[in-house]
């Protein structure tokens, strides 16, 4: 099972490596592209509206094995309890097309993310907006950005590329490092990093 999970998760990467970061459309000490949405409920979510706090991106899809890693151990959950306590702006977006896997009905999604436990807004991108606008290509894919609106960070959730829960324990989450490291006032050590997990089923 383990090997197997590198395999994947090498497959995974070396897909993604070039694309990841060659866009041209987000980058580190860039501003965050902008963008106007609702969530699951229907509310509007407007990231200019969270100027001033650090806000957290998050590419999801609950079918993801490497996904499901992190919510079916409580690990991206305890991160965004953690992080939320402290004024963290968490949102968790699924770019999955209509009718393909990941796809979620919002009222459903809704209904996952209280299963779940989340404490973050989940957004429904059937048409891909954001997770194009953002140059996103699996999940999950992690963005962090600053009070200015800034991307301070970018890329996996941690340096160990595999589907296995077991792995998590020995991990460097890059995520909570960085917030840690922004919080506290100090430069983001690793800025960027390279995303592992399955690919985004964007609407065709």
Known sequence: ???RSLVLATVAIGSMAVAFGSTGKVSVGASAPAFVTVDSTGKSVKLEDYKGKYVVLEW????CPFVQKHYNSGNMQSLQKKYTAKGVVWLTIFSSGEGQQGNYQPAELTKLGAQKK???KLIPDPQGTLGKLYGAKNTPTMYVINPEGNIIYMGG???KPTSDEEDIATAKNYVAAALDE???GK??????????GCGIHYKN
């Open 60 to 63: 999801s899809n609950f079918g």
């Open 187 to 196: 430069p983001v050590t690793t800025p960027v990093s390279r995303p592992y």
């Open 157 to 159: 959730i941690d340096d």
């Open 1 to 3: 099972m383990k090997i």
């Open 182 to 184: 922004a919080l506290a």
């Open 118 to 120: 989340m404490s973050s």
